[in-house]
């Protein structure tokens, strides 16, 4: 009886293959106009699926037929025994990439609001892919603001920190100077900041770094408290005078809003970049105060030196 059973049971195994194969493969023939263009993958998907195209000029066939399905480092592929006068070869297909909705975006230009979906890309994840979309909304010198991420206000979401503009006077300013060749100061969500190997999530701070006059200027508190693992005590704001302290063993740095003279343990140094106030935060070059305070600091620039990505990684007790 078991041994019936099992036969039954590998028989049915053995007919749903083929019928995966036969039954539910498509067949289907075509014929070509001089000119015309196709789409083979409207008609070869699955392993199985059969396609002739007969050219109408000379009426010649040639056969397709797909023998399996996988994927390389050049993407998802199927793989056909083609077949033509010349003979039957095996060739591969890659299967061209078709961007998905994976969200909305809304946001505010000189002539109106507008609501846009955010497509996939075949080499991000959604979540980079949403983030890479809204950078380039935050660079986009024609953009007022960012209002709205799948319906909800961006001030709501994870990307809050999207919604601090500069001024559009200022956006304009470093809009022209790139154009002229002269600077690129956007602050950025792809720079990369490192402290003994650990990131920086600086963005949990609103605010992003950017460079000014060749130097990476950062928000304070993301650098003091996040990285440098500084308490409160330690890091203080005085806006009595509009300065900032911070305190770590031995060694005392005071910078001031708009001075280019600091001081470490009272002896003053010239910056080349005073710190500033934006967006309601105050930005501090960030080698001058890593390197006061006994770190090493080594600049990776992004591929090809492309502007807005790099990495900076900081070193030391």
């Known amino acids: ?5 099992a036969y039954f049971v590998i028989t049915a195994i053995l007919i749903f293959s083929l019928l995966q ?35 109408s000029d000379d ?29 039957t070869f095996q060739q591969k297909y890659y299967i061209p990439y078709i961007p998905h909705k994976i969200g909305t975006v809304t946001y505010t230009t000189k002539d109106g609001q507008k609501t846009e979906d955010i497509l996939s890309d075949k080499y991000l994840p959604d979540d980079e892919q949403i983030l890479a979309w809204l950078n380039g909304l935050y660079h ?11 319906g909800v206000p961006i001030k709501q979401t994870q990307y809050w920190y999207f919604a601090n503009f500069l001024p559009q006077s200022e956006r304009e300013y470093l809009a022209s100077r790139f154009i002229d060749g002269t600077a690129f100061e956007w602050p950025s969500i792809w720079y990369t900041i490192n402290v003994n190997g650990k990131q920086i999530h600086y963005e949990q701070y609103g605010a992003m770094p950017y460079i000014k006059n060749g130097r990476m200027m950062i928000p304070y508190r993301a650098l003091f408290e996040l990285g440098f693992g ?10 009595d005078d509009y300065s900032v302290t911070v305190i770590k063993g031995d060694t005392t740095i005071k910078l001031k809003i708009g001075d280019k003279t600091a001081y470490i ?46 990495t900076v990684n900081i070193t030391g007790d």
């Open 1 to 5: 009886m078991f041994k019936k059973i």
């Open 21 to 55: 194969i036969s039954a539910f493969a498509k067949d289907s023939t075509i014929t070509i106009n001089p000119g015309q263009i196709f789409n083979i993958f409207d008609y070869l998907k699955d392993v199985g699926d059969k396609l002739t195209i007969i050219y």
């Open 59 to 87: 009426n010649s066939e040639v056969i397709f037929i797909v023998t399996s399905k996988g994927t390389d480092e050049k993407g998802d592929y199927i793989l056909c025994n083609v077949t033509n006068k010349s003979g």
């Open 140 to 150: 986009n010198i024609n953009v007022l603001s960012i209002d709205k991420v799948n």
């Open 230 to 239: 500084l308490p409160e005590n330690q890091v203080i704001w005085n806006g």
């Open 265 to 310: 343990n009272g002896k003053p140094y010239t910056l080349d970049t005073a710190p500033e106030l934006e967006l309601d935060r105050t930005f501090v070059p960030l080698r001058f105060v890593s390197e006061g305070l006994g770190y090493k600091v080594e600049w990776v620039p992004g591929p090809d030196g492309t502007y807005g990505v790099g």
